[in-house]
């Protein structure tokens, strides 16, 4: 393991603990209209098949506010909701979810914030801080001239300080951008000014391809360099797709293991089988499993079982038949056509194995503590000097 995470608070969105030595969960967002509840939970259950361990939902009106107590009801995750410009839906939403989601930039006066505080801490729930470039404070615009992402820690850490000052610290915080050197550039600067648990994503990252691309640039330079302690793909996308691709940035990073790692090689002239097909058709046929296995789809014996040793199990072509090997070892020699088939059925015996052995608790990363730091009213920033008031540092390439 070679990444050290950030040291952060510890908060509970539901079941789910997010920061501390809590592994990195992966979260996505409905695309239905909240208000049809039918097709949001269809959705949700698709999410949670898929491995998504917190379901956010938009709530943009009353009605859909009036639909989240059915939808809960449905669902084994956590649910949290997400708030823009009307504070009265938060206030609502409170009464159900396990956390809301609230843009200070958006949600007006301060009394409104405030009320949504009581909300939230009367029914023991986190609230997410989510700034967003697209819409910072006025005054900040004025400062900056456009949105920078100076301006964005800015505008997070006057949030958090302003929550703080009325005795709420049970928050998460998020700082995105479509951009993505403006969204990591903001999240290291507050990073180096506060603990507090860090949501991260690229918004509006793009399609399914581009989206995944940006997505690992920016989220996989923050995890690698410890920040981030829960994640969203957002991707103009299946929202299950997300949830893959965090999944993969993760297991990339080796900071989760979840499911099944297909190693395919690229191809040659010298292969036997059709890896592109198989590799394809083993990751929709074995995506429910949850143990953590490496299958490798390879397309000759040449290098390939040398070269699959990394993998807990394996097919290589070789000469007409099929060659099954396990930790790069030869197992058996398979016919073509029943290949595919006994991969998938050694994978299922296998994976069923793991989990019999395995506790659910997944292992956390090097550096990280026994549990988060304790819940303080006023608590400095792990590693960094006091944020309050104050200068932002200078981005390393700024300086
Ligand atoms: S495993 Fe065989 S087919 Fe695949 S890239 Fe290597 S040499 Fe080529």
């Known amino acids: 393991m070679y ?5 952060t608070r510890q908060i509970k969105v539901g079941k789910v603990k997010i920061g501390g030595d809590a592994p990195i969960s992966v979260q996505s967002m409905t695309a239905t209209d909240t208000r049809d509840v039918k ?3 269809e959705q949700i259950h698709q999410l949670e098949q898929a491995g998504c361990e917190i379901v956010r939902v938009a709530v943009p009106d009353m009605e859909a506010a009036a639909a989240l107590p059915k939808i809960k009801a449905q669902m084994t995750v956590p649910l949290i909701a997400d708030i823009h410009f009307d504070h009265r839906l938060a206030l609502k939403a409170a009464e159900v979810v ?23 801490n009367d029914h023991g729930i986190p609230l997410r801080v989510g700034v967003n470039g697209g819409s910072l404070e006025r005054h900040l615009l004025e400062k900056y001239g456009y949105p920078t992402a100076e301006a964005l820690a800015e505008s997070a850490l006057n949030a958090v300080h302003a929550l703080e000052d009325v005795g709420f610290t049970n928050m998460k915080v998020s700082l995105k951008a479509s951009d993505v050197h403006m969204a990591v550039d903001a999240y290291w600067l507050f990073a180096q000014q506060s603990n507090y648990p860090l949501h991260i994503g690229i918004t509006e990252a793009g399609t399914a391809q581009t989206g995944a691309v940006k ?23 299946d929202p ?15 900071l989760r293991h979840r499911g099944i790692n297909v190693i395919a090689c690229p191809t040659c002239g010298r292969v036997e089988i059709d890896v592109v097909r198989m590799a394809n058709e083993l990751e929709k046929r074995l995506g429910h499993i949850k143990a953590p296995l490496n299958v490798s789809v390879l397309g ?3 290098n390939g079982i040398g070269e699959g040793k990394e993998a807990d199990i394996g097919i290589a072509g070789g000469e007409g038949v099929g060659i099954l090997f396990k930790k790069g070892k030869l197992v058996r020699k398979v016919p073509m056509e029943e290949l595919m088939d006994t991969l998938i059925q050694e994978v299922e015996l296998l994976a069923q194995e793991r989990e019999a052995e395995e506790s659910s608790e997944e292992k956390p990363a090097s550096g990280q503590g026994n549990g988060g ?6 608590p400095n920033a792990t590693d960094a000097p006091s944020a309050l008031g104050r200068e932002l540092p200078v981005l390393p390439n700024k300086r």
């Open 98 to 120: 396990d956390c809301v989601r609230i843009n200070p930039g958006n949600i007006g006066a301060w009394w409104k914030t405030a009320e949504v505080i009581k909300a939230v």
């Open 3 to 7: 990444i050290t995470r950030r040291k």
């Open 300 to 302: 000759c014996v040449v």
């Open 39 to 41: 097709a949001t939970v």
């Open 240 to 254: 299950v797709e997300e949830v893959k691709v965090g999944f993969e940035i993760l297991k990339s990073l080796e």
């Open 215 to 237: 997505s690992a640039i920016g989220l996989g330079w923050l995890l690698s360099n410890g920040i981030g302690d829960t994640l969203r793909v957002s991707l103009a996308a």
């Open 373 to 378: 730091p304790s819940q303080a009213l006023r």
